[in-house]
């Protein structure tokens, strides 16, 4: 089959390596002149696989009246007139049940377990090199309450075959010596042995020189998709600058630019970006900085060690599409980094970073074809967890296009969980 990618970020591109293992003809069509320009550019560089717990959570809408009036608050919330953020954040209030979290992260396990293993096949048949280390993951906690809801979730996690423990301050400092600095206002943490960590955007770029090379992809970059046009209840081309491009099947795999492009076919995606930031420092003192995976639980910061780089990532604004560096928000992940690991990174030279994270309501991605146009396959949504979520969320895609059933149970994640109809009399834009 003849099949066209929208979108060579991490996602699109595991997705044409999932088709072309297939045997497919893959197309990639990418706006920006090389791969992971976009959200898979500087992201915190975790395959969190155990780490998959849903945004929206029971605790979460107790929380929101602070975050909102702190000026210091990890999450912020610009309201716009804008009908796509108000609808999302409807339903990501609606999704802040014990229930839809407890079934969500179930589902999530599900699918990061998959992709874990898949990214190790890819490793060792392809030998991509991109910085990974398999140094574990440590999510700490500053207060007793917080704690004692991720040991709960431990618990729950650990019956899905999640393999994690529960260490108090002296054994969080035992295992990261780094940490010492901000250990008094520690409480204890959650150790995940094997988490691993790595350069996304490296894994972007090798792999799509693999799959240029060895699976003879092709790819156009510096193609933006203006127009997507469906006849006959199929999605018939994808209009660029350079012409119309037909095929068989189309992955849409556009990150936070995707609801642009289906809206004119008559399909409202719940997907909205989330602003998140990062640096890229460089490594001062070695044994001033973790090499273990680090999650800042009450400040939602993360490290991780790439190479010699420390990737520090945070932040989830709903702003909109509006990617550009807000300096409040960035010298707040500067103070928080500083404060954690003062000595760890050289801090005249930040590397920052702002991406949008494409994200669902409910925080599972939305996987599968699209209602009423059944040759447009959606691998979208991945949000916080695309890197983690990407090796099987192609996979998925792959199988549903071959007819195969697909590798996990689709519920939450098809169209049709996530409300998603296609409006009548919409064939073509
Ligand atoms: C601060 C931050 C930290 C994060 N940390 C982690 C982490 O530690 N672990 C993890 O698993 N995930 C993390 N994520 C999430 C992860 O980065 C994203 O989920 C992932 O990059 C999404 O990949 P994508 O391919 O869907 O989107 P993108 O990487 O944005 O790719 C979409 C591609 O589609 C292209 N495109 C869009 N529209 C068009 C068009 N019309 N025509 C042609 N091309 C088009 C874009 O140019 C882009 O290249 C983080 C994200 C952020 C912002």
Redesign the pocket.
């Known amino acids: 089959m003849d099949v066209v990618v ?7 591109l595991c997705a044409a390596y999932a088709l072309a293992h297939d045997g497919h003809r893959v197309q990639v ?4 002149p090389e791969a ?5 550019y500087a ?6 696989y155990s780490y998959v717990a849903p945004l929206a959570g029971p605790g979460v809408v107790s929380n929101i009246p602070g975050w909102l009036l702190r000026a210091d608050s990890p999450l912020r919330f610009r309201p716009r007139l804008d009908p796509a953020q108000w609808r999302w954040g409807l339903a990501f209030l609606r999704a802040c049940t014990a229930e839809q979290s407890e079934e969500t992260t179930r589902r999530l396990l599900r699918l990061s377990f998959l992709s874990r293993d898949l990214m190790r096949r890819l490793v060792a048949e392809e030998e991509i090199a991109f910085d990974l280390v398999p140094a574990g993951k440590l999510v700490v906690h500053s207060s007793e309450e917080a704690f004692a809801a991720a040991r709960r979730l431990m618990a729950f996690q650990a019956q899905h075959g999640s393999v994690q423990e529960a260490l108090d301050r002296a054994g969080c400092v035992a295992l990261e010596p780094a940490l010492r600095t901000i250990a008094q206002r520690l409480i204890g943490g959650i150790h995940t042995p094997g988490e691993e960590a790595a350069d ?1 955007r490296r894994f972007c770029l090798n792999l799509s020189d693999v799959l240029r090379e060895r699976y003879r992809v092709r790819f156009a970059w510096g ?3 203006r127009q997507l046009v469906a006849q006959g209840g199929r999605l018939r081309a994808a209009m660029t600058p350079a012409g119309a491009v037909e095929a068989d099947a189309f992955v849409l ?5 995707a609801p642009a ?1 289906t809206r004119p076919l008559g399909l409202r995606l719940p997907l909205y970006p989330l ?4 640096l890229s420092l460089l490594v001062a003192d070695d044994a001033a900085a973790p090499r273990v995976s680090v999650t800042d639980a009450a400040r939602k910061v ?1 490290y991780a060690r790439i190479g010699r780089v420390l990737r520090v ?3 989830a604004d709903l702003v909109g599409h509006d990617a550009r560096l807000d300096p409040a928000r960035l010298d707040l992940l500067v103070r928080e980094a500083r404060e954690a690991f003062p000595a760890a990174a050289r801090w005249d030279r930040l590397g920052p970073w702002a ?4 994200a669902t309501p409910t925080s599972a991605p939305i996987l599968g074809p699209a209602p009423g146009l059944p040759n447009l396959l959606l691998n ?1 949504g ?9 090796m099987a969320s192609g996979q998925v895609v792959a199988n549903l296009l071959a007819g195969r059933a697909p590798p996990v149970p689709m519920d939450g994640f098809d169209a049709e969980s996530h409300g998603v109809r296609r409006r009548r009399g919409m064939t073509r834009c």
């Open positions: 929208l979108g060579a970020g991490v996602v699109g069509l990418e706006r920006n992971a320009r976009e959200a898979s992201n915190g560089g975790q395959l969190s996304c193609t933006p998709v795999a556009a990150g936070a630019a492009l602003k998140g930031y990062s993360v990532a945070g932040m991406g949008l994270r494409p979208l991945q949000g916080a967890l695309g890197f983690t979520l990407a």
